[in-house]
């Protein structure tokens, strides 16, 4: 099960360029204008054989000029709530500054395995200027560079030390995992409920590390499957405002843990930008979808032209990955609420479709050759077999080409949309390589 990690500290100090740094991925640039993409402050990292997920809770704060102290502190309360290991980043060429020390009074409380990690530490005459950081109570300072690198790998080696060994599955194997996800007030716990209903006798539960998912096991009514719940559903939200970050760390671990992620959407408010921060998160870990609409009890105008209208939006936002179930239900009133959960099975097999070579190459090489790769520079690109890879954790593609560099994503999108057309692949990602033949 994946650790997660927080990078916390006042803004400024380098929390971004460390998080760009542990995911190596150059594309996380934090613009300074509100709203921009959220979902890149979530990413992994490995080290040693060992992957765990980390958050940069800077990104969620809003108008990055003008950033209230308190808003710094509720970042640091949630990450606390939420994190396995906290990396406190300082700067060493400003010293310990009150914010700091607020910071450091909330980490000691919490009892949680913290780094303190003095960043922008460019030479070996600054690593002196650390020492003033012992003055958080946090233990020694861990001097590094974000930018060059510096240091980096002795944090990564620290950092593994700090992390819970990872638990060994209890869970049966073969059988799917269902994350219901969504922002606050969205309908979580009655969906839970609903599902759950009184017959706690033929429920059990499975934990994994204190902050780790809970799993419902549920076998009635000819289903049987693992409800993925963080233990945050459960308990009362301690952290009122900054919903958003709230419930996107909190998705995270649910979505990781599961096969099948069924995202929640309220009818009464349409999708909103937070609904697509958790789509991304999704999206990003490969997660088959089922999109359930609730509330649908609240509105009043149901004709087919409101549903299409709503389907269509949704899968507008949601582009270029359309192909994914859409159902409208109520958990007050359970209505449609086995719809959701026959849906999710469904989905959940579509992850395990395999298709003969033979069936694949009749189908998609006259489609191929009807509408061919665009050529590139004056060389015409020709794909002459394709076929499925085995053992894969998604249905995954490869087609094989001479010059594989020149096809290009929109092509690629089309062989998966021609794909989807032929085989039902609903709600689920698949994966299109192009190779040398």
């Known amino acids: 099960m994946a650790n997660l990690v927080a990078i916390v500290g006042r803004p400024n100090v380098g929390k971004s360029t460390l998080f760009n740094r542990l995911t190596k991925s150059r594309k996380a640039i934090v613009s300074e204008h509100a709203g921009t993409t959220r979902d890149r402050q979530y990413g992994k990292c490995e080290w040693n054989g060992r992957e765990f997920s980390v958050v940069d809770t800077g990104g969620w704060v809003v108008n990055s000029e003008d950033i209230f102290e308190e808003e710094i502190r509720k970042q640091v309360v949630i990450a606390t709530e939420e994190a396995d290991v906290v990396l406190f980043l300082v700067d060493v060429t400003t010293g310990v500054t009150d914010l700091d020390i607020d910071v450091a009074k909330i980490l000691r409380r919490s009892k949680l395995p913290v780094i303190v990690v003095a960043n922008k530490t460019d030479n070996n005459i600054q690593r002196y200027d650390s020492y003033e950081f012992y003055q958080l109570a946090l233990g020694e300072p861990l001097c590094i560079s974000a930018a060059t690198g510096s240091g980096t790998g002795d944090l990564l080696d620290l950092l593994l030390t700090k992390l819970s060994a990872d638990i060994a599955d209890e869970l049966e194997e073969g059988i799917p995992r269902f994350a219901i996800v969504g922002r606050p007030n969205v309908g979580k716990s009655s969906l839970v409920n609903a599902f759950i209903g009184e017959d706690r006798h033929i429920v059990t539960d499975v934990a994994g590390t204190t902050r780790d998912s809970i799993y419902t096991r549920y076998d009635k009514f000819g289903f049987d499957f693992y409800l993925v719940d963080t233990a945050g559903i459960r308990r009362k939200n301690k952290v009122t405002e900054d919903l958003e970050f709230y419930s996107v760390m909190r998705s995270i671990r649910s979505i990781e843990n599961s096969d099948v992620c069924i995202l929640m959407i309220d009818a009464t408010r349409g999708i909103e930008a937070q609904d697509m921060n958790i789509f991304q998160v999704i999206q990003r870990n490969n997660k088959s979808l089922v999109v359930v609409v609730n509330k649908w009890d609240l509105v009043e105008d149901k004709d087919q032209i409101v549903v299409k209208t709503f389907e269509n ?4 936002r949601m582009a270029p990955f359309t192909d994914f179930p859409i159902i409208f239900a109520s958990a007050l009133t359970k209505q449609r609420i086995f719809k959701v959960l026959e849906t999710a099975k469904q989905v959940y097999l579509n992850r395990t479709t395999r298709i003969g070579t033979t069936k694949l190459n009749e189908v998609m090489l006259p489609l191929i050759e009807a509408f061919p790769p665009p050529s590139m520079k004056g060389k015409y690109i020709k794909i002459k077999y394709c ?10 593609f490869v087609f094989y080409a001479n010059l594989p560099q020149y096809v290009k994503e929109p092509y690629k999108r089309f062989l998966e949309n ?9 709600g689920c990602p698949i994966n299109v390589f192009v190779r040398q033949k």
């Open 313 to 316: 939006a949704i899968r507008e």
């Open 387 to 396: 076929s499925q890879l085995p053992d894969t954790k998604i249905p995954s």
């Open 418 to 426: 021609k794909i989807r057309e032929n085989w039902t692949l609903t």
